[in-house]
C-alpha cells in the first residue's frame, strides 16, 4: 500500500516519561507504517529544555507560527522536585506557559465520548468543549492583607497625567484587599479565538459572566464579545446555522446541566479552571480529554490534556508492564494531521485521521482497553491490555475497518 503523502511539515513537539515512550509507540505503530511522515521535529524532553536554556520550546513555539500546525507530547512542569531529578540550570517555566503566550491562544478542551463511559450526567450525549481564557483576572492578582482600620483607594495613573481614583472600602479593622486586570487585547484574541472555534467544529457558543454584579469589568467582557459578533461574524453564524448565546454564569451553570452537550462554553479564566475539570470529571477522566490551542491568527497546536503520567513511567524504568491510556495522545495526533490535511487539501490524511479516531473508540467498545479505562467501564468482561498491546489492538482494528 502506497503511503500517504504530506506537503507541510507538521511541528511536532516531543516531551517526557511516559507520555514520551508512548509517543515513540504511536509513531511506529500508528502513523510511519501508513503515513509518510514529515515533521519539524522539537524535542521539548526536559534535558533538552535544559541543554538549550528553554531556547528549543522558544523555537518550536516560532516554528508553529510558521507553519500553522503542531502536535504536542506532554512534558514535565519543573519544581523543586525535579531540579534535583534532572539538575536543571534554572527552574524553567512551563512550556504550555510559554507556548501560549508566544501564540496568544485560548485553550479548548473537549471528552472523548465512547459507549461503555456514560457521564455522570445522563443527558450530556455529547461533548461540551470549555474554552478557556488563559490570561488575567485572579491569575496575575495583586494582593494586600490589610492589618488595620484605614482607607482602601483604587487608583489609575494615565501616561497623560489623568487620574481616576475609587474607594474601594474604609476599613474599621483587619480584612484583605485584591486588584485584578485584564485587557482589551487578550478580551478581543480570546473572543475570536472562540468564534473561529465556533465556525470551524460547527457547534454553539455559549459565554457568561456575572455582568449584573460587576458593572463594568464582566460588563466589558460581554460587550466585546458582542462587538465583534455583531460585526465580524453574527452573518457567518447564520450561513453555518449555529447560535452565539450570552447569558449569566449561574443560568449558564444551570443550562448545561440540563442540556445533551455538542456546544462550546467560553469562560473567564477562574471559570474555566475550575468548570473544566468539573466536565472533565463528568465525562470520564483527564485521560479521554483532547486539548488544542488555538490562536486569534488560525495558529493550532493539540496535545492531551493529562501529564506525563509519572508514576507509570516509574513503573516502566524498573522494568514493569505499565498499562498507560494513549488514546488522549493520539487524538492530538489525529487533531494536527486532519488541520493539516484541510489546510493542505490532503483528504486522504483527513479521511486517516477519522479513522484511526473511529479505530480508538471501536477497540474500546469491543472491550479491549487499558487498567484506568476498565475502572470507569461499564463492559462486563473486558480485556485488560498493557500500553503496547492497546495500541497494537488498535492498529489491528484499524486494519480491519
Ligand atoms: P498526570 O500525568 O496527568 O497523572 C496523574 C494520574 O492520573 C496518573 O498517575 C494516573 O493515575 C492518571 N493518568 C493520567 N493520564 C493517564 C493515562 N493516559 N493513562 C492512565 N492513567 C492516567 O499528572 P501528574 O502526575 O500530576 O503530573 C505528572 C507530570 O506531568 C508533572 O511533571 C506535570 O508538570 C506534568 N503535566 C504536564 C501537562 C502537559 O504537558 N500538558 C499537564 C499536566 C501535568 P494512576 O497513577 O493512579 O494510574
Ligand atoms: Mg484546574
Keep these: ?34 503515513i509518510d511522515l514529515k515533521t519539524a521535529y522539537y524535542d521539548l524532553g526536559l534535558e533538552h529544555r535544559n541543554e538549550t536554556d528553554d531556547q528549543v520550546t522558544i523555537d518550536s513555539a516560532e516554528a508553529t507560527k510558521k507553519y500553522g500546525v503542531a502536535v504536542k507530547c506532554a512534558t514535565i512542569t519543573p519544581n523543586a522536585a525535579r531540579m534535583e531529578e534532572y539538575h536543571l540550570k534554572e527552574m524553567w517555566k512551563s512550556p504550555n506557559g510559554t507556548i501560549r503566550a508566544a501564540l496568544d491562544g485560548t485553550v479548548f478542551r473537549a ?49 497623560d497625567g489623568t487620574e481616576i481614583r475609587e474607594t474601594i472600602h474604609e476599613f474599621k479593622g483587619p480584612g484583605i484587599i485584591q486588584g485584578i486586570h ?25 459565554f457568561a459572566t456575572k455582568d ?13 464579545f458582542q462587538e465583534i459578533y455583531d460585526t465580524q461574524y453574527r452573518e457567518k453564524f447564520e450561513a453555518a446555522g449555529i447560535e452565539y448565546f450570552y447569558t449569566l454564569i449561574d443560568d449558564a451553570v444551570a443550562r448545561v446541566i440540563r442540556s445533551e452537550g455538542g456546544f462550546i462554553w467560553a469562560c473567564k479564566n477562574y471559570d474555566g479552571d475550575v468548570m473544566s475539570d468539573m466536565v472533565a470529571t463528568a465525562y470520564g477522566d483527564l485521560s479521554m480529554m483532547t486539548s488544542v490551542l488555538v490562536s486569534p491568527s488560525g495558529v493550532y497546536e493539540y496535545e492531551a490534556a493529562h501529564g506525563t503520567v509519572q508514576r507509570h513511567y516509574y513503573k516502566h524504568l524498573k522494568g514493569e508492564e505499565t ?60 480485556v485488560i491490555l498493557n500500553s503496547l498491546e492497546f495500541i497494537q489492538a488498535i492498529r489491528a482494528t484499524f486494519e480491519a475497518l
Excluded at 507538521?10 to 511506529?28: A, C, N, S
Excluded at 487578550?186 to 454553539?204: E, G, H, P, R, V
Aim: charged share 30%; glycine share 6%; aromatic share 8%.
Design 1 to 34: 500500500m502506497e503511503k500517504i503523502k504530506m506537503t507541510t511539515p507538521l511541528v511536532e513537539m516531543d516531551g517526557d516519561e511516559m507520555t514520551r515512550i508512548l509517543w515513540q509507540m504511536i509513531k511506529d505503530e500508528l502513523l510511519t507504517p501508513y
Design 323 to 382: 498499562s498507560t491510556n494513549s488514546i488522549a495522545t493520539i487524538f492530538a495526533w489525529t487533531g494536527a494531521l486532519r488541520k493539516r490535511g484541510e489546510l493542505d487539501g490532503i483528504g486522504e490524511l483527513v479521511e486517516f485521521a477519522d479513522k484511526l479516531e473511529r479505530a480508538c473508540i471501536k477497540t474500546v467498545e469491543d472491550g479491549k482497553m487499558t487498567k484506568s479505562l476498565s475502572l470507569i467501564s461499564t463492559c462486563e468482561h473486558p
Design 182 to 206: 485584564n485587557t482589551d487585547e487578550s478580551i478581543t484574541s480570546f473572543a475570536k479565538a472562540c468564534f473561529n472555534y465556533a465556525l470551524d467544529t460547527k457547534q454553539d457558543l455559549w
Design 111 to 159: 471528552p472523548i465520548l465512547i459507549k461503555g463511559i456514560t457521564p455522570y450526567v445522563h443527558n450530556w450525549s455529547k461533548p461540551i468543549t470549555i474554552a478557556r481564557h488563559a490570561y488575567g483576572d485572579v491569575y496575575k492578582n495583586v494582593e494586600i492583607k490589610v492589618p488595620g482600620a484605614g482607607k482602601a483607594e483604587l487608583v489609575f495613573k494615565g501616561e
Design 212 to 224: 449584573t454584579i460587576s458593572k463594568k469589568y464582566d460588563h466589558n467582557f460581554k460587550d466585546i
